[in-house]
């Protein structure tokens, strides 16, 4: 979990062909089809505040939780410009703490698959529970086993006039774990350029799982889709969104 340091300088840089518009209306979309209209979300493992942003915005009272400072500076960046009124946090999601409960928690961008173990797996989903109203909605997305075994071995090279990266990817099928080690060239204010390297791990979980583990602490999985639709998730689906709903506590 100790990804995201360097990275965190460029990180928009490089994530700027993403979708974020998109993806947000996503969630919202999800969010009210299951009641949750409006009221406190929290936006777990939140980054640099892109999504945050975009649920304030739609009216959203938001908390944005993120283990890295570096990218949580990035984020409240963005929050002195917007005004949005956006509580965040430096917690790890494995042993977060909020004040009280909210009416639902995101988690988007395959950040649970940073968890490398299934029983840090079910303590998030337990802390998750824990902070939701009753009847609260959990809705996150992961990288699936398939997406790993297609990624496989790969070398990725993007360069910027601001920054270049090679990223050097490496998928074990028998443990499940996606290395990737991650060199970026930064240029400074003096135009030289920093080299920094990076290794950043995720863990594929099957949704099998996914699905017992959520049962398991008291989040009852209600909807799995294939990720940014509405159909049902498939064996060669790379990225599933599901929704879960806090089942434990007495509304």
Same mark, same amino acid.
């Given at each position: ?102 009416? $639902? &928690?995101?988690? %988007? +961008? ?10 840090? =797996?079910?303590? @998030?989903? !337990? ?95 209600? $909807? &799995?889709?294939? %990720? +940014? ?10 990225? =599933?969104?599901? @929704?879960? !709903? ?6």
């Amino acid at each position: 979990m100790e990804a995201y340091q360097n990275f965190a300088k460029v990180y928009d840089l490089f994530m700027e062909d993403v979708d974020y518009d998109g993806w947000s209306a996503y969630l919202a979309a999800l969010l009210k089809e299951y009641g949750v209209t409006d009221g406190l979300v929290l936006d777990l493992a939140c980054g640099t505040g892109n999504i945050t942003e975009r649920l304030a915005a739609a009216g959203y009272d938001m908390i944005g939780a993120d283990c890295s400072a570096d990218m949580l500076e990035a984020a409240m960046e963005k929050r002195a410009v917007s005004g949005h009124d956006i509580l965040y946090l430096q917690q790890d999601m494995r042993s977060f703490e909020l004040y009280g409960t909210v009416r $639902a &928690v995101v988690c %988007a +961008f395959d950040s649970l698959n940073y968890v490398l173990e299934e029983q840090e =797996v079910a303590e @998030v989903f !337990r802390l998750v529970c824990n902070y939701l109203d009753p009847g609260g909605v959990f809705i996150f997305d992961v990288n699936t086993c398939h997406k790993y075994e297609q990624l496989g071995d790969t070398t990725i090279a993007e360069n910027r006039e601001e920054a270049s990266f090679i990223w050097e990817n490496c998928y074990d099928r028998e443990k499940r774990i996606n290395e990737y080690g991650l060199t970026l060239f930064i240029r400074g204010e003096d135009g030289r350029y920093e080299k920094c390297e990076e290794l950043h791990e995720q863990r594929a979980y099957p949704l099998s799982v996914l699905l017992e583990l959520l049962s398991e602490n008291g989040l009852d999985p209600v $909807a &799995v889709y294939d %990720a +940014f639709t509405h159909e049902p998730a498939r064996e060669d689906s790379e990225r =599933v969104c599901v @929704v879960a !709903r806090e089942c434990r506590k007495e509304g």
